[in-house]
Antibody, heavy 122, light 110 residues
Framework: QVQLVESGGGVVQPGGSLRLSCAAS????????IHWVRQAPGKGLEWLSF????????NYVESVQGRFTISRDNSKNTVYLQMNSLRVDDTGVYYC???????????????WGQGTLVTVSS | QSALTQPPSASGSPGQSVTISCTGT?????????VAWYQHRPGTAPKLIIY???RRPSGVSDRFSGSKSGNTASLTVSGLQAEDEGDYYC??????????FGSGTRVTVL
């Protein structure tokens, strides 16, 4: 079945870095854009970033622009989120999610992974 | 990129209907039909229940329906069941390949 599995979360000090991975299976990976979404403790969902099916387009929410970099390796069915200059308010559960349509970028996310927890604390 | 505005909570008795609003601007909801709704139960992954304003993914109950008027989208849950409890989020495409979620609504079945 279609599945996304995040990994790479953990505890990091402010100013540190982490790289999250999103491993996909059960579908033709290079036909779908992938998004990252996070949920801070007690808060709602926040869209962070997307990468188009072939990596030709990426984008970020303003609060992570310049600090986070999204990339994909279609040979490994994996999307990455490199997070630098981490701040305390970057703490939360980070989800990756597949764009529903083939080669679309409409923001319809299905399915989602189970999430990986990132804690930024000194 | 401000979050779309949703009421913090909504409730209803089993069998009743509840409608959740999601208000944005002409740069997001009002400008595109790329509105989606997600159900998020604690400890689980969010689940897409409505996309493209009114469409339901395969396997999603027809008790869920969506609509849009101007800059406001709405989700209606009919025939409320205990399993419908959880948080519901709207989302929309914005200009320039960006996306925004709503603030979230906690649905309680009384």
């Amino acid at each position: 079945q279609v599945q996304l599995v995040e990994s790479g979360g953990g505890v990091v000090q402010p100013g540190g870095s982490l790289r999250l991975s999103c491993a996909a299976s059960g579908f033709i990976f290079n036909n779908h854009a992938i998004h990252w979404v996070r949920q801070a403790p007690g808060k709602g969902l926040e869209w962070l970033s997307f990468i188009h099916f072939d990596g030709s387009e990426t984008n970020y929410v303003e609060s992570v622009q310049g600090r986070f970099t999204i990339s994909r390796d279609n040979s490994k069915n994996t999307v990455y989120l490199q997070m630098n200059s981490l701040r305390v308010d970057d703490t939360g559960v980070y989800y990756c999610a597949r764009e529903l349509g083939r080669r679309t970028k409409q923001g319809f996310l299905d399915p989602w992974g189970q999430g990986t927890l990132v804690t930024v604390s000194s | 990129q401000s979050a779309l505005t949703q009421p913090p909570s909504a409730s209803g008795s089993p069998g009743q209907s509840v409608t959740i609003s999601c208000t944005g601007t002409s740069s997001d909801i009002g400008g595109f039909n790329y509105v989606a709704w997600y159900q998020h139960r604690p400890g689980t992954a969010p689940k897409l229940i409505i996309y493209e304003v009114t469409r339901r993914p395969s396997g999603v109950s027809d008790r869920f329906s969506g609509s849009k008027s101007g800059n406001t989208a709405s989700l209606t849950v009919s025939g409320l069941q205990a399993e419908d409890e959880g948080d519901y989020y709207c989302s929309s495409y914005e200009n320039n390949n960006k996306y925004v979620f709503g603030s979230g609504t906690r649905v309680t079945v009384l």
